[in-house]
């Protein structure tokens, strides 16, 4: 239900014509734009607008170079990661031939010592 209990069509009429009223006078008490407390408050606005610019500018500018060096630290961690894997992987080469190079030797040698065994054996024959 509403606040104000009006009675009949003159009452509302009345209240109308009051509130509006009242608004075209709070309009026409505004100071004119070209009064100097207006203009002082303007530019008041319009230092604050640039200060926030530029705080915003500011702000985007660090955001920019975080991701910048974040992306490089990022890069050259995942450089350092690779160069890592590359020796890790080529030790691991180089130990597998190395292990693959002793087996050879070893089954060499014992094969040389059969054969040198056999012809050992062979020369006691006779």
Do not use: C, G, H, W
């Amino acid at each position: 239900m509403s606040a104000f209990d009006y009675r009949n069509f003159d009452d509302r009429r009345q209240n109308s014509a009051n509130a509006k009223a009242a608004l075209l006078a709070k309009f026409k008490a505004r100071p004119p734009s070209d009064d100097p407390e207006v203009i002082a408050k303007a530019k008041a606005r319009a230092e604050i607008s640039r200060a926030r610019d530029e705080r915003t500018r500011e702000r985007e500018a660090a955001r920019v170079a975080a991701e910048l060096k974040a992306a490089t630290e990022k890069r050259e961690r995942e450089e350092a990661e690779l160069a890592a894997q590359i020796a890790r992987e080529q030790a691991e080469l180089q130990a597998t031939q190395e292990r693959k190079a002793a087996e050879l030797n070893a089954k060499k040698e014992a094969r040389d010592a059969r054969y040198a065994a056999r012809k050992a054996k062979a020369k006691v024959k006779r």
